[in-house]
């Protein structure tokens, strides 16, 4: 999750919403696929940092299917994201911080409870308070620019 936060600050840097993602093979303990968010940079809807860290990952790894594969991401997955990640066979997610206006995973939905033939178990609140405070601060911080004439 420390790795998936130094995404967050780049995404952060670069004037994106600050969430980062990694995905690791579980037998090696090898990160096989990073992402964080590039959706202004990008300008692409898609470009969500669990996206990115999948397709790297797909393309590591040689195929769509990620088996044996764990996902770290600092804020819980969005119903879009949430989809990738039970089509990519992702078999485990660690998110930080829950999602109140867009969390697929416990917080609005529980899309990986959804009647499916693969199943991703996932827990929420790894490094919660470091990863909430990045994103309420960047939040925080874009109202103020926003105030200023």
Known sequence: MRIALQLAEQAEKEGEVPVGAVIVQRKTGKIVG?????REKRKHALSHAELLAIDEACRNLG????PDCAMYVTLE???MCAGAILQARIEEVYFGAYDCHNGAVN???EAFLLPNQF???AQGGILQEEC???LT???RNLRL???VP
């Open 145 to 147: 620019q926003r105030k």
């Open 107 to 109: 917080s609005i939905l």
């Open 34 to 38: 990073k992402g964080y968010n590039q």
């Open 132 to 134: 909430s405070q990045k």
């Open 77 to 79: 997955p969005c119903l």
């Open 119 to 121: 199943k991703t178990i």
């Open 137 to 139: 601060a960047f939040f």
């Open 63 to 66: 195929g769509w299917r990620l």
